[in-house]
């Protein structure tokens, strides 16, 4: 084997239809479908999804938290930005 | 009829009890943590089934005796469970040659358990047929990466392979339970199942790579109570603490 562990894969889960998936954690795997086979055992044992699915770790490219306030600051005091200032029916669900 | 019907149910119910023991001694001891939760959700899902089986037996047995006195305080030769499920984690092919040899006969024996005449044991087979299909969708698969890996890999899982084999005739054995149980249409004929599971194994063995074992002398004893050598062991850590501590529950 050219490296002696597996590589890391990042696992999704829908828990129900109609639901997004979502991130659920990471574990290691040969290949794709080793990794849905370990995302099943790891991640859904107890009831928690419908749906799943697996990136390699290496395929995503993730914003440096150095970056932060340039990034993410300007937002934190723009409270007219939030959808607050009006009612939301109650039929609207996962808002 | 009744005691036919109990060992019967024993006869099925052992097997389930003695692997999933075997694969429960993987948890927190996998190579990987990924297939260590895997080996020990099979274990769960074994143990699942026994719990099913055994109610229903205590229930025939009508005089007092529990789901886990069954389970935990029969001697080793009162235990009916075929050689190929008390064979131990020696190495990782081991495990995986093990659980591919039994989940292939399993998934097969369930299919023919469904049409069972007892309402309870077609009820049974039904619900376990699910997490039988992914055991034999995981094994196959392990079978497959080994065989098919590196040259130590594959040649770890044809000694496996090689070793268990003998293994695999006993599962197509009748005992006394099973002829009555099939005049009455509430048994499965395992006879009948011989030739597709030869056809599967050697089908997903080939697909590894692997060569298929041409052994002609079988093991067997299991289904009377003959046990080899290493079910005492095993035993001993599955009865520890309900001999230690009689009648103890969680």
Known sequence: MATKDWPLWEIFVRS???????????????????????????????????SIWVVE??????????????????????????????????????? | MKEHLYNYILGIADNSLILGQRMGELCGHGPSLETDIACTNISLDLFGQVRSYFQYAAKLAGDGRTEDDIAMLRKEREYVNVLLAEQPNTN?????????????????????????????????????????SYHVRFSSDWVKRLGDGTEESKQKMQEAVDD??????????????????ITEEVGVDVTKLKE??????????????????????????????????????????????????????W
Not at chain 1, 16 to 42: I, Q, Y
Not at chain 2, 164 to 181: I, P, R, S
Request: proline share 3%; aromatic share 12%; charged share 25%.
């Open chain 2, 196 to 249: 597709e599971y030869y056809t599967r194994v050697s089908e997903i063995l080939e697909e590894a790579g692997l060569n298929i074992p041409e052994s002609k002398w079988f093991q067997k004893g299991g289904k009377q109570g003959i046990h080899t050598e290493h079910l005492g062991y095993l035993l001993a850590d599955l009865q520890y603490m309900q001999r230690t501590y009689p009648n103890m529950e």
């Open chain 2, 164 to 181: 268990l084999w003998v293994y695999t005739d006993e599962l197509f054995h009748q005992t006394e339970a099973d002829k009555v149980m």
């Open chain 2, 92 to 132: 990782f092919a081991y495990t995986i040659g093990r659980q591919f040899l039994f989940d292939i006969y399993h998934l097969l024996y369930l299919t023919e358990l469904q049409k069972s005449k007892d309402l309870t044991l077609s009820a049974i087979a039904k619900k376990c047929i699910k997490e039988v």
């Open chain 1, 16 to 50: 129900k239809n109609g639901l997004e998936h979502r991130h659920f954690g990471s574990l290691h795997a040969a290949d794709a479908e080793m990794a849905l086979e370990n995302a099943r055992d790891v991640y859904t044992r107890r009831n928690e999804g419908v």
């Open chain 1, 57 to 95: 770790s290496k395929h995503i490219t993730a914003s440096n938290p150095e970056n932060y306030g340039e990034l993410f600051e300007p937002a934190q005091d723009k409270v007219y930005r939030h959808p607050t200032f009006y009612d939301l029916p109650d039929e609207v669900k996962h808002m």
